[in-house]
């Protein structure tokens, strides 16, 4: 009997998206370059079927766009709410077997703003002033690194040497330094 762990992704899924043997073909700093370079290997029919784009280095970005008020909270939430009751009264006027009715939609927009409004400062409230500011987060990578399956690895290497032999050059004497550095912190 054997036992199964879960897994994040469905085995069909987890097939697509990583390599039996990957090697590294490549870094880049830009994902224009790194796509650029699979579109070069693919001009030249070498089977980019068994090529991987893997952004590496990854940080966080959060950009502050303003001061989160009380004011703000309820606006943000009465007018999140009345499209919402717009929405649910619309659907109901046009299901209505009494008709079309625009009171009808004007209440569910009214009760929608309300109930958005209250929503929004009980959870505004419930934060006690530890996040007063509004916020858009991105996740970026710095690195772009292009993988490929090891049995295509030196024909890909060769190839991207015609494309950039001064930055193929480069890539390979970081490979090599990226290869000693893991073998240090392994070794102690």
């Given at each position: 009997?054997?036992?199964t762990?879960?897994?994040?992704?469905?085995?069909?899924?987890?097939?697509?998206?990583?390599?039996?043997?990957?090697?590294?073909?490549?870094?880049?700093?830009?994902?224009e370059?790194a796509?650029?370079?699979?579109?070069?290997?693919?001009?030249?029919?070498?089977?980019?079927?068994?090529v991987?784009?893997?952004?590496?280095?990854?940080?966080?970005?959060?950009?502050?766009?303003?001061?989160?008020?009380?004011?703000?909270?309820l606006a943000?939430?009465?007018?999140?709410?009345?499209?919402?009751?717009?929405?649910?009264?619309?659907?109901?006027?046009?299901?209505?077997?009494?008709?079309?009715?625009?009171?009808?939609i004007?209440?569910?927009?009214?009760?929608?703003?309300?109930?958005?409004?209250?929503?929004?400062?009980?959870?505004?409230?419930?934060?006690?002033?530890?996040?007063?500011?509004?916020?858009?987060?991105?996740?970026?990578?710095?690195?772009?690194?292009?993988?490929?399956?090891?049995?295509?690895?030196?024909?890909g290497?060769?190839?991207?040497?015609?494309?950039?032999?001064?930055?193929?050059?480069?890539?390979?004497?970081?490979?090599?330094?990226?290869?000693?550095?893991?073998?240090?912190?392994?070794?102690?």
């Amino acid at each position: 009997m054997s036992s199964t762990s879960p897994r994040p992704f469905p085995t069909v899924a987890r097939r697509g998206l990583s390599l039996g043997y990957p090697m590294s073909l490549g870094v880049y700093e830009r994902y224009e370059d790194a796509q650029q370079a699979v579109d070069f290997l693919s001009d030249r029919e070498f089977p980019v079927q068994d090529v991987l784009i893997v952004g590496t280095e990854l940080k966080q970005l959060e950009r502050v766009t303003g001061r989160l008020t009380r004011g703000r909270v309820l606006a943000g939430g009465a007018l999140s709410g009345a499209w919402l009751g717009f929405f649910v009264g619309l659907i109901f006027a046009l299901f209505d077997p009494r008709g079309f009715s625009v009171p009808q939609i004007l209440g569910t927009v009214v009760f929608g703003a309300l109930f958005g409004a209250i929503w929004a400062f009980v959870g505004y409230t419930a934060t006690r002033g530890q996040r007063d500011f509004t916020s858009v987060s991105q996740v970026v990578a710095t690195k772009y690194e292009v993988l490929c399956e090891h049995k295509h690895a030196a024909q890909g290497r060769q190839l991207l040497a015609e494309l950039d032999p001064v930055g193929a050059a480069q890539r390979a004497a970081q490979e090599e330094i990226r290869k000693a550095q893991e073998a240090e912190r392994k070794a102690q």
